[in-house]
């Protein structure tokens, strides 16, 4: 018997099986849950994404397109799911966008007005967007879990404006469990360590993050994509009932060390 057993709910971000999303859609289905999924809007994504689930062993998924920039796109993809399911149990947020122009050494200053909205919009807002219109859907209770980085709270060279827009992240997380905590949702976010993805790659010095993390997390090591599912699918299942509003870490212990 698994944690997850009967529930059913929406997991975002799979862009491949690098993907955060694709470890936490591993360990929920490891824990009897069932995922559905969108992908970024495009053929090439289309492909990827699905290639992906198959890798999961996901005969004919659910999976439909949804570009979370859109109100239109993300209220077609959650009509449907109230169309074909009926209700949503879990929410797996794991995307984020900023151009990658500015996420490099001495680009924070100059960052563009546009450049900083669109890193906001895309990776702190939208997890108020996909909770709002997950809520009407998740009538007997639920639980959210949204992915966040060290780069909220400190200034790690390269993160620059995505380290705000997570920084954003963190606090809807809280604000979002004080208003949905009364209709039973729990809703929190993990920071987690770094792991070589598409999205990533596209930061600055990326590889001497996992060298330096490497060597000073008290664990010696860089996280693992499973480590991170499988936290995720605890915060998702009843063995977390009590846990909502919170940031918790999964990064080897690296941002518990003071030097
Ligand atoms: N990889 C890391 O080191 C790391 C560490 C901590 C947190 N995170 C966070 O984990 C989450 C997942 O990232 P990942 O590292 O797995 O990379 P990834 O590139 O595999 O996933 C990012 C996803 O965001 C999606 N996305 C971007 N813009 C979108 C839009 N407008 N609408 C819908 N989807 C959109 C992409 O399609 C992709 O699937 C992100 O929030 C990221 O910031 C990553």
């Known amino acids: 018997m698994g944690s997850m057993d009967g529930t059913i709910g929406l997991v975002t971000g799979i862009a491949n099986d690098r993907s955060y999303a694709w470890f936490i859609a591993k360990s929920i289905m490891a824990q009897g849950g069932r995922c559905i999924f969108t992908h970024l809007p495009g053929d090439k994504m289309e492909r990827r994404c699905r290639k992906a689930i198959e890798g999961l062993g996901v005969e004919d998924p659910w999976l439909m397109p949804m570009d979370a920039a859109s109100d239109a796109s993300m209220d077609e993809v ?115 360590g770094p792991i070589r993805t598409m999205s990533s790659m596209a930061v600055g010095g990326f590889s001497q993050i996992l060298d330096w993390v490497e060597q000073k997390a008290p664990l010696r090591r860089n996280v693992t994509g499973e480590d991170v599912g499988e936290s995720a699918a605890w915060l998702l299942s009843d063995g977390s009932s009590g846990v909502t509003g919170q940031v918790i870490y999964v990064d080897c212990g690296y941002s518990a060390m003071g030097l």
Not at 95 to 108: P, Q, R, S
Not at 157 to 183: D, F, H, I, S, W
Request: aromatic content about 10%; overall charge neutral.
């Open 78 to 192: 959650f009509a449907k799911i109230g169309e074909d399911h009926g209700r949503l149990d879990f929410l797996v947020h794991s995307i984020a966008f900023a151009d990658k122009d500015w996420l490099t050494e001495g680009k924070v200053t100059a960052t563009p007005r546009e450049v900083f909205t669109q890193a906001m919009d895309i990776s702190a807002w939208t997890y108020m967007g996909m909770a709002n219109r997950a809520k009407p859907l998740m009538t007997d209770g639920g639980a959210m879990v949204a992915m966040s980085y060290y780069g909220a709270e400190k200034a790690v060279p390269g993160y620059n404006v995505m380290g705000v827009a997570k920084a954003a992240l963190e606090a809807t997380t809280r604000y979002l469990a004080m208003e949905l905590g009364q209709a039973g949702i729990r809703v929190n976010t993990i920071s987690g």
